[in-house]
């Protein structure tokens, strides 16, 4: 292997808050271990494009707090063909790039898995989505701005749904992963989370109505996870004017505004640490892998085991949010 | 007109931000001018039912900052009705309660007038709505939290909205007034508004799109405001797609969370000199009229007045919108 | 006087948020009208070291929600100086600038008088400062935003300020000018303001003992204006270890975070407004004027007046406070 | 051991946002599984004026997302002597109260280890503090809406802090501890933290000024734990306005609106879990035991090594500070 000069970093697939911090890691943290650095816009269609810039230090000066990417992202049709990738790896070779930083979700690593396999390019991941559904890492950057910006907005939706019966089912994202909806529902005080990891084995919405609603309560607030699996808010809403009409129903469907804002704390902290030691994995020889955090430790871990598993929802957090809702 | 010793206090019909900063100050200024107060529960409602309660300096502290309203609010059909105004007033005179302040909107203000022609009771009006639409004041209890509420959701969306050519159809709140919607345009830096008072003039999505929406731009930003004039952003999406499919479109609506949330210092400061001033009021003997602020000095509004006149919005603003937007 | 063609653009003296939204509608109002626009770097030191680029719509994108300006602010010594003044001109007419909008306060609009006065050149002036203090608009960019941080900050300390009979004094901004401590005093539910207005007149401190500070309240937050005509904070509380030894004391001093922030709609809109408004003034012919606003209306306020003129606060908003903190 | 029937609950030492969530969650858990509650107000000093009250469901809605503590906290003297304890037990006794859940610092888990050896009383513990400073748990109730509040706070300031070649030092909380301190500074992107847990190793401010305050950068700020043993900000400044006189020096103390605030997602989720699991250690037979969390899972620690043992600081954030300031 030869030795690493130049990497190329690139955000890819839905945006989150954080990826900006970990942009400015990962540039500052090249700069300062002797490596150049090179911008590519908009993922891997800027790799296509040949949207490719000069980073220094001053590029990523004061973005530590700003959401959304500077580094732009789209979608890149000509990188899922085998032509497309010619012309992105030829582009990055001419940019003298020996190594790619690729922060984004299971697309984005997934594209840098083909990548690598296709031309031999070092790749590192840093797990970037709201989502927070990439196995191997205990967290995602951009999981808890989102997570605090839903327990926000259902803070908002409580102080005025207290004076009538109403049920009202707030819908937010996570992509087949309800970690933000039953996370989301215990730290807004809500009544219950219906979640894609569930909507097989019970009929969520049967079970809240059985447990959870009472008569004692003035308003109840139920996250839904948008998927496929549940359905959504509407689907509830729909079956509760129908099986329940006793029953006062509002939706409210978060939507893209979960994807902004300022980054955390914690985001920006994770973000930065796995921004270092995505420069320390390349030292080391590492290639191929997410770089994660795993009780608090930076891991590695092999695209394939990232992409591949489901993480699992910690099942206690529904005792928990079952015993606070009384 | 005999001495007023005790008055009773309500919110009424939505709930809005600074609600509770009203109650703070009526329930505070009246007390420092001798008088006794009594906190009606779910508005009208709670006159009906005698939830009526004894309203110290304590049950106010630590208020002013709170979403929502401890008071609470709720439609009451009976109060509708001459028996259950009946009702209503048997209870207020059994409460010994001589003049009642009612925060709210229009249609409380509406009730307010027709308890005050039948039985002679002295109220006094507080406007308490996040729409602005009450004419004689300024402004009114709860829009600037709303309107700032509102930009802090866009900021979010345009955060994440920079990477396509997109055109986001964002709702907001404003029951057929455009103030949340062309003040939270301008706010937040969005490309246009749709609003109710525009809707016969011309066709607003077409001016936008010939004016407006730019190729220049990565992404476009639309608040909408809902109402059936305009047909909210879901009829303006469903036109884009028919009209122009070249447009990549997205909707979010932003619904009740623009009712909650701690209000803002003009809110707060806006409630507690209106809360003073209806006790003054009260003391100087008038009655049947809506406390409001014109040019930041505090004004009597007949309830006449500011229920059956629709408040103008300031045209000058599209324009401001316009050179701004591109 | 020769037409305008290009506008050169800076911002002055201390910071304040909005100034950001005042940069960018000046610019897109410009380029809208068919101006040039020139960014000048740093306030009047930019013109004088000739720091000065071309600004395009593409310039000021994204810019509104922030904070601070990307203009920079500074100090220079050497424009108080007629050569240096001549060294600015000289660079102003090399740079094609035919008129120029500076963004600031007091000292600002200063230095704009005295240069327009020795070269004929036309200035317009924006009221950028969070203290309120500018004679001629009822409000300025950034007092909002900076009454709202104050706010913010109270209400987080009231929260833990409930144990003791504890008497905190919060140091707030102002520059000899009481908006931000009254205001700010009555929007977080503060038991008093101790401010510069009434420093000759009577023995603030005394008077809040007397009259605020009781026995029932658990804590007491006095919002103290930094001035040298009060002494600030620090001052007062050495003062109560003397005088009223039976009270437990604490201080804090908000100091430079007052500054920044995201600004708020108003500011927003304010700064929109009037950003707008000071190209209308250039196109009217306008000149040596400040663009300000008055009971909702836009402006023009002479220099001389704006500067040489103490705004009086309202002493209605004394009499809220007192009544409030009972 | 008895069987444990009711249980009393009480916030102790500093408050800390989160404590109310964790009220709520303790509350709603025993009556969940069938114990009463009793809220004892102002901490051990309640037990000793019998200030206890019956709780109910009721008693804690609404209250996740409020900071401070709904039962307050307060110091006791009394509770320090031998005949204050038995006061104290025997109010405790007369109340029905079988176990104690105390929410607190060091000190109050101090308290509650004397209080269980001498009267045998069944005690749990839930680490409330922000300043993260108890052993055995990998983070408290608290600790992540300060370093929010924190981070929030410097990003203001930076915003006004980018015209000069200022220093700025920044106070922030900690008590001995640099966790804050440290994390909030790669949180909000500053340049350097000075922390007790170096303050005998080496030249914090030297190491600083060699390694980290570069003439290519506008401003630096750093942040400066509270604490006797490195001095706090201003021993810094003074430091600076003698040894490196050529810097322009400012100092902001960000005091006790760090302990205030709606806690974060992460703070309320940490409360609702550790109440519940409190509540599920009780049922077990434990007692004398910290409920706390490691490695996002539940632990019990004996009180004894809660309290005795120093949390150590993960100087590898150091190295991750280092690399990001260039």
Do not use: W
């Amino acid at each position: 292997m030869e030795e690493i000069k130049c990497i190329g970093i690139l955000t890819s697939g839905g945006d989150a808050p954080g990826m900006n911090a970990a942009i400015r890691a990962v540039t500052r943290a090249a700069i300062f271990n002797g490596l150049k650095v090179k911008g590519i816009y908009r993922g891997y269609k800027g790799l296509y494009t040949n949207e490719i810039e000069d980073f220094k230090t001053e590029n990523v000066s004061n973005i530590i707090q700003r959401g959304g990417t500077i580094l732009k992202t789209a979608r890149c049709k000509e990188f899922m063909t085998p032509e497309g990738r010619k012309v992105a790896y030829d582009n990055m070779v001419k940019a003298g790039i020996d190594a790619l930083i690729i922060i984004g979700g299971d697309g984005s690593l997934t594209g840098a898995r083909i990548f690598a396999q296709e031309y031999g390019v070092t790749c590192i991941g840093l797990p970037g989505t709201i989502d927070n559904d990439l196995y191997g890492t205990d967290t995602t950057i951009g999981y808890d701005t989102a997570l605090n910006t839903i327990m926000e907005c259902v803070d908002k939706i409580r102080d005025t749904a207290t004076s009538h019966e109403r049920l009202f089912f707030v819908e937010v994202m996570g992509r087949d992963a309800g970690f933000l909806a039953l996370n989301g529902a215990i730290a807004s005080g809500a009544e219950a989370a219906i979640i894609p990891e569930f909507s097989t084995e019970f009929d969520q919405l049967e079970d809240f109505i059985k447990n959870g609603f009472r008569k004692s309560k003035n308003s109840s607030i139920v996250l839904v996870a948008e998927s496929e699996l549940t359905g959504g808010a509407m689907h509830y809403a729909e079956r509760v004017k129908n099986e329940y009409p006793q029953y006062d129903v509002r939706v409210t469907i978060l939507g893209h505004l979960q994807r902004g804002g300022s980054p955390t704390a914690n985001d920006r902290i994770l973000a930065s640490r796995l921004g270092v030691a995505s420069i320390e994995a390349l030292m080391e020889g590492q290639r191929n892998v997410m770089v994660g955090v795993q009780n608090d430790k930076v891991v590695y871990v092999p695209f394939s085991k990232a992409i591949k598993n489901d993480k699992p929802i910690d099942r206690d957090l529904v005792g928990v949010l079952r015993e606070l809702s009384i």
